[in-house]
C-alpha cells in the first residue's frame, strides 16, 4: 500500500514501545497467534553439500530470515533483521545509518504487508523522520512525518502523542518483529568490525560484497603505530607523524568525493564582479553530514535532453548561516555562460584538494632533512629531548600596555614578559581571559624590539602570525592593525573573493588598491573581458607577483592560516619569530608548517582545556594525531603560562569552570552588578545568579540524517526559553542556542520557523543563532542556551562526557546560562554529576514549567568507581551512532569540522581529571616518562619496539 494507514485491533498495544521486556514478548507472541504465522515455513533449503541455503530476503549481516523481522532498504534492494544481536542498534538501523540510505519497505508476508514506509500526508520515504500517531476513533494509527506533517492540527488524528517508528536505534516491535532468542541463536554472529568492512565494499561499488567472502580473504589490515612523547631524531619524527597524515588525508578524500548533492534548485545572481552566483539549498533542514568550508571547489552540472550538457567550476564564497540555509558558489569566468534560465535538476559535485595535507607531509621532510628549519632549541623542544632553559638578552620595555588596547592585568603583564624573554612559550588562555590582546601586545613590542636591534643595518625582521581557522586570523589581524603595524593578510586564491573584515589587509586587494601603469590597466582589462590572451595572462602574472613580493618586502606582520604559511609566495622568506594563536585547534603536523620557515622564537597560545583539533580518520586520531603540539610540551613538563583574569562571565557563571577546569585560578574581572540585566523578569531560580539547569524529560530521537540525535520536548522549551528573553527587551544577537547535535541543531531552527510565541517576532526567533558547541568556541553571547538532547534507556551521553566540551559551553555566556537537560542520564557520568550537584547547591537544578519553576528533587544517580563504563568494543560501537559533534557547515576549518575535540569514556576518574593542569598528574606522568625514556633507550628503533613502548605508556595513563 502506498500510505501506511492501517487496522489495528488494539491501539494501546501498538503504543506499547513503552512496555517491557515481558509485555513485548506477549505482545509479539499475540500479534502471531493471531496471524496464523509459523516461523518455519520461511527456513532455507538445504542445498546438496549440507549448507543451509538462505532465501534472498535474509539479513545481509547475519542470515535471519523471518518474513516479520526482515526491512527491505529501497535504495541498495538489501534485506535486514530488526535483530540487534549483541549490538547497539539493529541490524536494518545500522545499515541505514552507515550507508545513509532512508528509504524502506516491509516483506510481503509480513503482518503489514508489502509496505513502504511514508508519511501518509506529504509521502516523505525517510523512516528517519517519520512516527505515528492513533486516529481520533481508535481504529487505524496513520504514519505521518516529525516535521511538519505532525505538527499541523488535524481533527481525524491526535499529534500530541506521535512516536518515533524507531526507537532505541531499533524498529518499534509491530513494524518489524525482533527475532527470537532460537532465530538469534542460529544466526551468524557478526561484529561490528565486519559490519563496517562489509559497508565500505558496498561502498565502493562492490554489492555482491558479503561478510563470508571478507572473511575468507587473507592478510590483515597493516598497523597503524601510536605517537611517542620523545623521538630520537627527525626522521623517527617523520616516520611517525607522516602515516597518520597520509590516513587522514585518504579519510578526507573519500568523504569529500562521495559527498554529492543531486536534482538541486539554483538560484542565479550576479555578483559585483560580474561573475555569476548559484546558490542552493539542501532538501531538507540538516545536512545529511555534509562538511563544506567556505572556498571549497565545486563542479556544477546540468544535463537535459533538450540542451548540451553544461559544466561549470566555481568555489564556495557563502556558507548557510541564521539568516539563510543556502550555499552560494561563484563561477568561474567560462567561455561557455551557465544556463542561468534553468533552476532545476543540478547536480554539485565537490572536488578535493589536498593542499593542506601536501604542506603538512612537506614541513615533516624540510624538518627531518634541514638543519636550517629552525633552531637547535626549537629542534631538540620538538623532538622531547631535555633541553637546559634559555633566555634572550633583550632589552624589556618599562611598560608592557598599549595606549590602544585596555590595561594590561598582572597575568598578562607576566605572559608578554616572560615570552619576550624565551624561545619557546605556551601562553594558556582560559575563556574570556584576553587571550588576543595579550598576543597583540607581545607582537607589537617584538617589532619595536626588533627594529632598535636592526635599526642600524636597515634590516627589519617581519613576524609570522597564524591560526588554524581564518577566523581567527583575521581578529588578530585586526587588533594588529589598531595598533598601527604594518599588517599584510595572505590569504589563499579561493578565498579572495570572500567578505572579510580584515579586506582592507589582504595582500591581493593591496596589489588592486597600488597598482600603477601596466599593472593597472591589465588588471581593468581583466575585469572587463574576464579572460586575457597567453601573452598578457603571463604579464599579469609577473607584474603581480613583483607587486606581491614589493608590498612583503615593506609590511612588519605577515598574517595567514597555518596551512596557509606553506603558499609559494613564502616559499623563500625566513621567519625568527612565530606566533601562532588557538595552536591547541591544530595538529601537530599543521603546526610545523609555519615552524619550519627558520624559527628561533615560537609563541604558542591556546587552551588545552578546550576542544583540541578536528580530526575525521578515528584510527590517526586514536594514534595521537588529535593530541595536540600545546598538549605534548604540556605533558612533557613545560609549564604553560596562565591567564588568570576572565572578564566576559558573570562570577556564579565562572565559579564552576575555575573549580572544575583551572585548579581554581580564574579570578573575575567584573562584578555581578555589571553582569547583571536590569528589570529582567526572567524566572531565574536565584535573582542574583542568572542560571539554571532545567530539567527536561524528553526522549532522544534518531535525526532525520541517521547519524545525529534531536530531542523534541528541548527544542520546544528552547522557545519558550528565548520568549520569555524577547520579552526582557533582549535582542536576537545577544542569545546564542549551542547543542553538541547537528539533528538538534536542524530541529531547533525548523521548529522556531514554524512555531513563534510571539507572532510579531517571528523573524526575531529565526535571526537567533542556533549552532554547535563547536562552532562556539572562541565566540561568546550575552546568553546562551544549552540543549543537552541525550535521553535513552542505557544513559549513554555520548559526546557530551568529553570534558573539554562541556567547559566551551559553560563558558560563552556573558550574563546568563540555562541548560536543558535529563538530569537522571546526565549523572551517571562523574563530571555532569559534579555540575547538578554544583547547581542544586547553588538553587538552580529547577523542573516544572518555566512560569512555576520548583527546585528539583530529582535523585541524581551515583557514580560506579569504574564511571559504569561498558567493555571498549561496546562503547565503540556506540560511539559509532554520535558521529555528528558539530554543525555540518565547516567554517573555514582546515581540514573539516567533523567531530572535533577528544572524545572521552563516559566515566571520567576524578582522581585524574582536570588531567594536564594539576601538579599529581604532571608528577605521575613525569615518573611514567622518565620510565619509559630508560626502557626506550636500550632499545633498538623498529616498529615491534615502538609499539610495545608506547602502548604500555598509554594503558600506564588509562589513556
Request: proline share 4%; glycine share 6%.
Amino acid at each position: 500500500m502506498a500510505d501506511l494507514v492501517f487496522a489495528q485491533q488494539n491501539v494501546s498495544d501498538i503504543e506499547g514501545s513503552n512496555l517491557d521486556d515481558s509485555e513485548l514478548q506477549y505482545f509479539e507472541s499475540d500479534v502471531e497467534h493471531e496471524a496464523g504465522y509459523e516461523h518455519d515455513h520461511d527456513h532455507g533449503q538445504i542445498d546438496g553439500s549440507g549448507v543451509a541455503e538462505l532465501p534472498p530476503h535474509a539479513c545481509a549481516y547475519c542470515g535471519i530470515h523471518s518474513a516479520n523481522c526482515v526491512v527491505k532498504c529501497n535504495t541498495c534492494n538489501k534485506w535486514f533483521c530488526n535483530s540487534k544481536n549483541n549490538s547497539s542498534g539493529s541490524h536494518i538501523v545500522t545499515h541505514l545509518v552507515m550507508s545513509r540510505h532512508h528509504a524502506v519497505s516491509l516483506h510481503e508476508d509480513s503482518d503489514l504487508g508489502d509496505t513502504t514506509l511514508e508519511c501518509y500526508n506529504c509521502g516523505n520515504k525517510n523512516v528517519f523522520i517519520l512516527g505515528f500517531v492513533s486516529a481520533k476513533q481508535e481504529s487505524i494509527v496513520v504514519i505521518l512525518c516529525r516535521l511538519p506533517c505532525a505538527q499541523q492540527k488535524d481533527v481525524n488524528w491526535d499529534t500530541s502523542n506521535w512516536q518515533a517508528l524507531i526507537e532505541e536505534r531499533q524498529f518499534l516491535p509491530w513494524v518489524a518483529s525482533i527475532p527470537g532468542e532460537e532465530e538469534q541463536i542460529e544466526a551468524r554472529m557478526v561484529t561490528y568490525q565486519q559490519i563496517a568492512k562489509l559497508e565500505a565494499q558496498w561502498r565502493l561499488n562492490r554489492p555482491e560484497a558479503t561478510i563470508d567472502e571478507l572473511e575468507s580473504k587473507d592478510g590483515e589490515e597493516e598497523e597503524i603505530l601510536p605517537i611517542l612523547m620523545r623521538y630520537h631524531d627527525a626522521y623517527q619524527y617523520q616516520r611517525s607523524f607522516g602515516p597518520l597524515v597520509k590516513l587522514e588525508a585518504d579519510y578526507d578524500k573519500n568523504l569529500k568525493e562521495s559527498q554529492a548533492l543531486e536534482h538541486i534548485q539554483v538560484t542565479w545572481a550576479l555578483g559585483l564582479n560580474n561573475r555569476h552566483l548559484a546558490s542552493f539549498a539542501l532538501s531538507t533542514f540538516e545536512s545529511n553530514g555534509l562538511k563544506v568550508a567556505t572556498g571549497d571547489e565545486i563542479v556544477l552540472r546540468h544535463s537535459s535532453m533538450n540542451m548540451e550538457p553544461w559544466e561549470g567550476k566555481g568555489f564556495i564564497v557563502r556558507l548557510p548561516n541564521k539568516f539563510h540555509e543556502t550555499f552560494t558558489l561563484e563561477l568561474l569566468p567560462s567561455k561557455v555562460q551557465p544556463p542561468t534560465h534553468l533552476t532545476t535538476d543540478f547536480t554539485a559535485e565537490f572536488v578535493w584538494k589536498g593542499t593542506s595535507y601536501d604542506r603538512m607531509q612537506h614541513a615533516l621532510r624540510v624538518f627531518a632533512l634541514e638543519k636550517e628549519s629552525c633552531s637547535g632549541y626549537i629542534y631538540h623542544k620538538l623532538l622531547g629531548h631535555d633541553v637546559e632553559p634559555i633566555e634572550f638578552d633583550v632589552k624589556l620595555p618599562q611598560t608592557f600596555s598599549h595606549p590602544k588596547l585596555t590595561e594590561l592585568n598582572a597575568s598578562q603583564a607576566n605572559a608578554v614578559r616572560t615570552v619576550l624573554q624565551r624561545p619557546l612559550s605556551l601562553i594558556q588562555g582560559p575563556p574570556g581571559t584576553g587571550k588576543t590582546v595579550t598576543s597583540a601586545t607581545i607582537v607589537y613590542h617584538l617589532i619595536k624590539m626588533n627594529k632598535n636591534k636592526g635599526g642600524a643595518a636597515g634590516v627589519q625582521e617581519k613576524l609570522l602570525v597564524c591560526a588554524p581557522s581564518n577566523v581567527a586570523v583575521d581578529h588578530l589581524a585586526d587588533k594588529l592593525d589598531l595598533l598601527g603595524l604594518k599588517v599584510v593578510r595572505l590569504t589563499a586564491k579561493s578565498r579572495e573573493d570572500v567578505e572579510s573584515s580584515t579586506s582592507h589587509l589582504s595582500l591581493h586587494n593591496l596589489v588592486n588598491k597600488s597598482a600603477k601603469g601596466k599593472l593597472k590597466k591589465l588588471l581593468r582589462l581583466r575585469d572587463e573581458l574576464g579572460e586575457l590572451s597567453e601573452q598578457d595572462s603571463n604579464a599579469l602574472f609577473k607584474a603581480v607577483r613583483a607587486s606581491e613580493r614589493k608590498l612583503i618586502s615593506e609590511c612588519e606582520v605577515i598574517c595567514c592560516t597555518c596551512v596557509g604559511a606553506g603558499d609559494r609566495r613564502l616559499e623563500k622568506m625566513k621567519f625568527r619569530t612565530v606566533l601562532i594563536d588557538e595552536s591547541t585547534q591544530a595538529s601537530e603536523p599543521e603546526l610545523l608548517i609555519p615552524m619550519v620557515k627558520g624559527a628561533k622564537q615560537v609563541i604558542l597560545v591556546g587552551d588545552h582545556q578546550q576542544l583540541g583539533p578536528v580530526i575525521l580518520d578515528k584510527k590517526a586520531g586514536d594514534a595521537g594525531l588529535k593530541q595536540s603540539l600545546f598538549e605534548r610540551l604540556v605533558v612533557l613538563g613545560h609549564v604553560p603560562i596562565r591567564l588568570e583574569v576572565q572578564y566576559r562571565m558573570n562570577p556564579c557563571l565562572s565559579e564552576f569552570p575555575s573549580n572544575m577546569f583551572y585548579e581554581g585560578s580564574l579570578q573575575n574581572g567584573v562584578t555581578v552588578d555589571q553582569r547583571l540585566l536590569e528589570n529582567s523578569t526572567f524566572p531565574w531560580p536565584v535573582r542574583n545568579h542568572p542560571m539554571m539547569f532545567w530539567c527536561n524529560y524528553g526522549r532522544e530521537e534518531i535525526s532525520g540524517s541517521g547519524n545525529s540525535f534531536l530531542n523534541r520536548v528541548e527544542a520546544m522549551n528552547v522557545e519558550r526559553v528565548i520568549t520569555r528573553l524577547f520579552r526582557d527587551g533582549v535582542t536576537p544577537d545577544q542569545i546564542g542556542v549551542i547543542t553538541p547535535y547537528e539533528g538538534q541543531r536542524a530541529y531547533v531552527v525548523q521548529y522556531m520557523s514554524m512555531n513563534s510565541t510571539l507572532a510579531e517576532k517571528k523573524q526575531q526567533y529565526l535571526d537567533v543563532e542556533v549552532t554547535s558547541v563547536d562552532a562556539f568556541q572562541g565566540r561568546e553571547k550575552d546568553f546562551i542556551i544549552l540543549s543537552c538532547v541525550r535521553a535513552n534507556e542505557q544513559q549513554i551521553i555520548g559526546f557530551l562526557s568529553d570534558p573539554r566540551r562541556l567547559n566551551v559551553a559553560l563558558t560563552r555566556a556573558k550574563y546568563g546560562i540555562v541548560i536543558l537537560g535529563n538530569p537522571r542520564a546526565l549523572s551517571r557520568n562523574a563530571l555532569w554529576n559534579h555540575l547538578l550537584v554544583h547547581f542544586r547547591e547553588k538553587g538552580c537544578l529547577v523542573d516544572g514549567p518555566l512560569d512555576n519553576l520548583q527546585l528539583s528533587m530529582v535523585q541524581l544517580n551515583s557514580v560506579k568507581r569504574d564511571g559504569g563504563q561498558r567493555p571498549a568494543q561496546a562503547q565503540r560501537r556506540l560511539d559509532a551512532f554520535d558521529t555528528e559533534s558539530v554543525v555540518s557547515f565547516g567554517g573555514d576549518r582546515t581540514g573539516g569540522d567533523g567531530a572535533g575535540g577528544v572524545v572521552t569514556q563516559e566515566g571520567v576518574n576524578p582522581e585524574m581529571w582536570p588531567a594536564l593542569g594539576s601538579s599529581k598528574y604532571s608528577s605521575n606522568f613525569a615518573q611514567s616518562l622518565n620510565k619509559l625514556n630508560d626502557e626506550y633507550e636500550k632499545k633498538d628503533v623498529d616498529d615491534e619496539s615502538i609499539l610495545n613502548i608506547t602502548s604500555a605508556f598509554a594503558a600506564g595513563l588509562g589513556i
